[in-house]
């Protein structure tokens, strides 16, 4: 028992830690992948190729001054962007990085929690995260803050239902909704070749989800000035950033799990093969944000209604009689 | 069914997208736009009035903080007017030189335009290509008169001075390399699918509403109005060089763009043209009355001396009378008005910017639309506020 | 012992947080106690070994429902109905007299039902032994196919009044 509790305290330490240094150094990937796209270099001056930056920023979003606008609903925003870091963090758990290793006689799966119902459990936790979008917006109680927040809340739950149909092409070919008996399941073939739509419709899910270009309607600075997040500053506004990056790590990482075949690869360690999946992934959202001019508000819900909600039934469909015709 | 309330929101004058200091004030049912009322004037530095007490050559400085992105057209206009005035013409080589100056300007507006509007969008990394070029044209104009932004090249008369030598070479680098560029813009923009369905239908306009409302420029043109005063009437010999006037057929956001990036291309081509038959002769009008006498003159003759200090402290006299000289500025008809009372000082000063009557059929755009769309046709209409509110 | 520190402390907090719901005058304020509560009972029904039933509940009323209200009191703005006092006497005699039978009849179905139910077909060890997902989905799909159909046909219909309701015109 003790020891079973203690294997899980340190998994969520080193996960979180290693996550929340992931996301830091995102942040300066994005920056310069960016850069290199756009003719310019990107931060190179703190540090050797600018490795510090993800650092100095930090320390300047720490010591700037807090902002609380006047007439904004105190504990509420306070609350929101918490409520979003909190959401993004969380959905890692059930995330398998790695095969289970034996460590001093003790068995440890290199996944925080191998829960039965563990993608259901991701689907429930990031469509919490909209919360912080919309409490935020609210609260700030300014109208960009507010038009950002109901964007980004209709934009959300259209959006997690087509990702969360897509899915279940995978789920049918497993028969579970464990994220480690997934893995498992793509052994010899990666499930990318039996579901191209499906990945093809959740990749698309996926980057609407996380708020990024074409898709960044909730805090697009053209029109909305900064959205919900325009009335925030200093740490909580740290906060959000965070949040939105682990929610791009997070939704990389489950592309790999149901997709890529997670941990697995050959030669490599399980867990460097894990990271090197991910990371293309990343650069992929990067490289889509240098490329793409932006969906209006109009069109993206069409888009999701009318043309990702239908193919990912289609799918599933497919999937089933597929599956029932070759037994 | 049920009752809504519109909500009102004021977008701008600190709006990362209103292009300067424009505010709109918008009232939305949702997100879309019931009314939009534009509110200007808060960059409003009266150029106009300032101009009247000015002698007619300092007032050229004041017109390149017109249209900031486009300093040499707005001298351009300028001088012309003055010219016209005075019954004098430039000599050829330095009519050619204006041309080719224009035109670089006009592609270094556009490429502002074309940056700044897909980043209205969303498309940020065209905004980063269209600048790269945009700075060199900038570092030639750096080269011509020592000054990006506000070149105040061109005189009453003809120019400060002749191009530089190394002038011509980096020019024709330039326009070699251009055209391909451009392609850059439209593999990243024209065939996007993502572009099309933001701009195609957005803020379109008929050919006779445009006409009524009194646009000019490519938002005209784009409307299928085969109009630029390049060739309606030209000025500065435009009408020895070859080049077609592009138009658009449904007058909306997606059209401006094409016509503006044909217009690149076109520009482009005048450029070639202008360096390849290049006059040679004097960049400034033999006429004492407006022109400095020269250097080494003015060191060993008295009489020009005392005639180089008069034009330098007291500028010339205008004869009295009225003009209107327009040129076809990047952003459309760009005029200006002098009234002479004879003396050495405008005494009215009046500009027709393109930017301010361009701006005015906004509200019968946007009417209707989201509020995405506002943001697209802000853009599309290519306004610098410093030419809106003088 | 964990399991059972971890159920009061569950059951105290969805308490009162459930209070708080209605105690709020700010609707805004009761919205977030009541995703509050329905979280805390999704714990809940994860110490019952149900996690399919829990990580249902957190989707579906957390993150879809309890959206959707928040997002329509933010649209509504409901500052006049925070200061609204009920004046009529005859309103809050009438109020506390129905919920003290209401309080009754839980009181009696508890003792009397609740305390003293047998086990089910399903109890938490066979459940876990088959998977938890699985026995739902077996269950919904087989013995109970058309209460779940009629449930889907009751969505479609409110689906459709919605968008009848909502519509300009049609």
């Not at chain 1, 918490?82 to 006689?105: N, Q, W, Y």
């Not at chain 2, 808060?42 to 101009?51: I, V």
Request: net charge neutral.
């Amino acid at each position: 028992m003790l020891a079973f509790v203690l294997i899980a305290i340190v998994k969520v330490l080193v996960v979180f830690t290693a996550m929340l240094l992931i996301v830091a150094y995102m942040t300066l990937m994005e920056r310069k992948v960016l850069g290199h796209m756009q003719v310019r270099f990107g931060p190179n001056r703190t540090g050797p190729f600018g490795l510090l930056q993800p650092i100095a920023d930090g320390i300047k979003l720490f010591f700037k001054e807090d902002i609380i606008v006047p007439h904004a609903n105190r504990l509420i925003y306070i609350l929101a962007p918490s409520v979003m870091v909190i959401t993004a963090l969380v959905s890692f758990a059930v995330i398998p990085f790695g095969d289970s290793v034996t460590i001093l006689g003790h068995k440890v799966d290199m996944v925080v929690a191998d829960v039965n119902v563990g993608l259901l459990y991701l689907m429930a936790i990031s469509s919490l995260g909209v919360y912080g979008l919309v409490m935020g917006g609210w609260a700030s109680n300014n109208k960009y803050s507010l038009l950002g927040a109901i964007r980004s809340s209709a934009q959300m739950i259209s959006y997690e239902l087509s990702l969360g149909l897509s899915i279940i092409g995978v789920l049918m070919i497993t028969g579970s909704l464990s994220t480690v008996k997934i893995v498992g399941a793509q052994s010899q073939v990666w499930f990318v070749v039996y579901q191209p739509l499906g990945f093809l419709i959740f990749l698309i899910s996926a980057v609407a989800e996380c708020s990024r270009t074409p898709f960044d309607l909730t805090e697009c600075e053209n029109e909305l000035v900064a959205g919900y997040q325009t009335e925030y500053s200093s740490m909580k506004f740290a906060l959000y950033y965070l949040a939105e990056y682990a929610h791009i790590l997070v939704i990389s990482s489950l592309a790999v799990t149901l997709f890529f075949g997670g941990w697995q690869g050959p030669f490599l360690p399980p867990l460097v093969w894990f990271l090197i999946k991910v990371f293309i992934f990343i650069f992929f959202f990067i490289w889509i944000r240098a490329t793409f001019p932006r969906f209006r508000y109009d069109q993206l819900m069409k888009f999701g209604w009318k043309v990702l909600f239908p193919l990912s039934l289609l799918n599933i469909m497919i999937t089933g009689i597929v599956m029932s015709v070759i037994g | 069914m049920a009752k809504t309330d519109t909500m009102i929101i004021n977008m701008g004058p600190q709006h990362p997208s209103t292009h300067g200091v424009l505010r709109v004030i918008l009232e939305l049912d949702g997100e879309v736009v019931v009314k939009a009322t534009p509110d200007i004037g808060f960059l409003h530095r009266g150029l106009e009035k300032l101009a009247e007490s000015k002698t007619y050559h300092q007032c050229i400085t004041l017109t390149d903080r017109l249209d900031y992105v486009a300093g040499m057209t707005n001298n351009l206009a300028y001088v012309l007017a003055v010219e016209k005035l005075i019954g004098i013409e430039a000599p050829p080589r330095a009519q050619a030189i204006r041309v080719l100056l224009s035109e670089l300007q006009r592609i270094a507006s556009h490429l502002f335009w074309l940056g700044t509007h897909a980043h209205d969008i969303g498309a940020m990394t065209p905004l980063f290509y269209a600048l790269r070029e945009r700075d060199e044209i900038l570092f030639m104009f750096e080269m011509v008169c020592g000054s990006r932004l506000t070149p105040s090249y061109f005189r009453v008369g003809g120019l400060a001075q002749d191009l530089p030598e190394e002038f011509e070479a980096k020019c024709r680098e330039f326009i070699r390399t251009f055209p391909s560029h451009v392609d850059e813009y439209e593999t990243l923009l024209t065939r996007n699918k993502i572009w099309m369905r933001r701009t195609q239908g957005v803020g379109a306009i008929s050919g006779e509403e445009a006409i009524n409302w009194g646009l000019s420029g490519p938002i005209l043109r784009a409307s299928n109005v085969n109009w630029d005063l390049r060739k309606a009437m030209p000025y500065c010999g435009y009408e020895s060089y070859d080049f077609i006037v592009p138009t658009g057929k449904n007058g909306d956001v997606y059209d401006r763009y094409l016509v503006r990036l044909v217009e690149m291309r076109q520009s482009n081509e005048i450029i070639r043209q202008v360096l390849d038959r290049m006059p040679g002769g004097k960049v400034l009008v033999d006429d004492p009355r407006v022109v400095y006498p020269p250097k080494a003159k003015v060191q060993e003759s008295i009489e020009a001396m005392i005639h180089h200090f008069h034009i330098a402290s007291e500028g010339f006299p205008v004869p009295r009378g009225e003009v209107y000289a327009s040129i076809e500025s990047p952003k459309g008809e760009l005029g200006f008005y002098l009234l002479s009372d004879g003396s050495n000082k405008p005494f009215r000063f009046r500009v027709r910017p393109p930017s301010f009557i361009n701006l005015s059929a906004l509200s019968t755009m946007v009417e209707g639309r989201l509020i995405a769309d506002v943001v697209a046709i802000i853009g599309s209409i290519d306004i610098v506020l410093a030419e809106v509110d003088r | 012992m964990f399991e059972t520190f971890l159920f009061v402390l569950l059951a105290v907090v969805t308490t009162i947080a459930a209070i708080l719901v209605i105690v709020q005058r700010n609707p805004v304020a009761s919205a977030i106690y009541l995703i509050i509560t329905l979280f805390c009972l999704a714990g809940i029904y994860l110490l019952l070994s149900a996690p399919f039933i829990a990580v249902i509940q957190v989707l579906v009323y957390a993150g879809a429902i309890m959206v959707l209200f928040l997002f329509v009191i933010m649209l509504l703005n409901l500052e006049k109905e925070k200061k609204l006092i009920y004046r009529n006497r005859l309103q809050k005699v009438l109020g506390v007299f129905l919920g003290g039978v209401l309080l009754a009849q839980i009181g009696m179905i508890f003792s009397s039902v609740l305390l003293e139910g047998s086990k089910g077909k399903f109890p938490a060890e066979k459940v876990a032994a088959l998977g938890n997902t699985e026995v739902v989905a077996r269950l919904l799909f087989t013995d109970f196919l058309l209460p779940f159909e009629i449930v889907s046909v009751l969505l479609l219909v409110a689906i459709v009044g919605a968008i009848v309701l909502a519509k300009k015109q049609i």
